[in-house]
């Protein structure tokens, strides 16, 4: 499995998982935050840009890692 495409399937996404997301105010960086999924947000199977969750903090991301 590759892991740049990890994020990009729902089903590798569960609730209480380590995981890195892209902001939305950190898209043109790519800057990376870490934290532990709270909700999974997008609906649909898999996401070209990664699948969206909230994390235990309150932030929104897409996720690019999973740790």
């Known amino acids: 499995m590759n892991?740049?495409?990890?994020?990009?399937k729902r089903i590798n996404i569960r609730y209480g998982l380590d995981?890195?997301?892209v902001l939305k105010e950190d898209?043109?960086?790519g800057y990376i935050t870490y934290?532990?999924?709270q909700k999974i947000l997008t609906n649909s199977p898999?996401?070209?840009?990664?699948?969206?969750v909230r994390l235990n903090t309150?932030?929104?991301?897409?996720?690019?890692?999973?740790?």
């Open 46 to 52: 898999t996401h070209p840009h990664g699948i969206k």
């Open 35 to 37: 934290g532990k999924v």
């Open 58 to 67: 309150g932030e929104v991301g897409r996720v690019k890692e999973i740790l």
């Open 19 to 21: 995981v890195g997301v």
């Open 27 to 29: 898209q043109p960086t």
């Open 3 to 8: 892991p740049a495409k990890d994020g990009q």
